[in-house]
């Protein structure tokens, strides 16, 4: 029997394990129900509630006043972030800018950010990630939750991942849930809304069922990305910590058990270690690097984006990156 909204809205909110939890709350239909459904289910966790003004105008600053008028109803505390960048910033910029105020936040609080991600939001960014030709490390998608552990990695929780997004607006109609919709949610300037608004309905309707392929695609590449890590873990991979260098971090990874590994295991295999140390490896690099791998002798090295590099020791391969 299918749950009803609030049934399944809240149930997926009270399946989170204990903690102390930041929720990110723009003001929109989203994330207003996450912010009164955890407010019922979980309160007492609720270590703030975060918005992050984007400065693009007179919605953003209506947006963050209704947030924290709600915030204050329901006896949460609030906490406001602005942005430094100008109106006409890109959307990577403005995702950068309110990314790095809830990491700041989430380790000044002690405390894990909590998204309003729905199930809708999962199948569109599956489909991003197609339209890019992304491996199965990028099919993944919001589904790829940080493991233990991992350096440079704030994991994020999205209770509402597996809800869909007529479920959110049935529970905001049911709970009479105050929001205000983003106009931008509306232009086709960004490809978001245009696989939101165009492209996945279109594709619906010449194949239905697509939709639910994306979600299902995205499934199987979030298990194939945790088998991996698995693996990974058995490697004997450290991180050493640098006293003199608080700000690069180090992977060292025993060559002795790769040593059978040809180009295409190590183009598998280098995205998930660097990731350990917050190096993101484009294809180029990850080409470059899985080709020089199997041939690589003590002393050499190559560089990677950013000043990241691998470095082949007797025994090892060293990846640095930056915090």
């Known amino acids: 029997m299918e749950l009803g909204p609030g049934t399944a809205v809240h149930a997926a909110c009270a399946a989170l394990p204990r903690g102390r ?3 990110a709350v723009s003001g929109g239909r989203d994330s207003m129900v996450l912010l009164h459904a955890m407010a019922r289910a979980r309160g007492a966790e609720v270590a703030a509630v975060a918005n992050f003004d984007h400065g693009t105008g007179a919605f953003a600053r209506r947006a963050a006043l209704l947030v924290a008028a709600e915030s204050a109803r329901l006896s949460l505390p609030f906490v406001a972030g602005v942005a430094l960048t100008a109106e006409s910033a890109t959307e990577a910029v403005w995702r950068a800018a309110r990314h790095a105020f809830l990491d700041s936040l989430a380790r000044e609080l002690d ?4 998204t309003a991600h729905t199930r809708d939001d999962q199948i569109e960014t599956v489909l991003q ?3 890019r030709d992304a491996g199965p490390r990028g099919l993944a998608a919001m589904r790829a939750t940080p493991l233990p552990g991992r350096l440079c990695e704030l994991a994020r929780r999205r209770p509402l991942i597996a809800v869909s997004r007529s479920t959110i607006a049935a529970f905001a109609h049911d709970h009479t849930v105050t929001f205000i919709e983003d106009p931008s949610n509306r232009t086709l300037a960004f490809q978001r809304n245009r ?3 165009e492209l996945l309905p279109a594709l619906e309707a ?4 697509f939709g639910e392929w994306c979600w299902s695609l995205g499934e199987r590449a979030a298990d194939w990305r945790k088998a991996l890590e698995r693996f990974a873990d058995t ?3 450290t991180a050493p910590g640098t006293a003199s260098e608080p700000n690069r971090v180090t992977l060292i990874v025993p060559a002795a058990p790769l040593a059978d590994c040809g180009p295409d295991e190590w183009g598998v295999l280098w995205p998930a270690l660097a990731a350990r140390v917050g190096v993101v490896m484009d294809r180029r690099g990850i080409e470059r690097a899985s080709s020089w791998a199997p041939r690589a002798r003590a ?3 190559i ?3 950013g000043d990241a590099t691998i470095a082949r020791t007797s025994a090892t391969f060293v990846v640095r990156g930056t915090l």
């Open 21 to 23: 939890w930041l929720l």
């Open 111 to 114: 405390a894990t950010v909590v």
């Open 129 to 131: 990630r197609l339209l």
């Open 195 to 197: 696989v939101r608004h």
């Open 206 to 209: 010449a194949v239905p069922g």
């Open 235 to 237: 490697l004997g991979v």
């Open 299 to 301: 002393g050499q090295a």
């Open 303 to 305: 560089p990677l984006a």
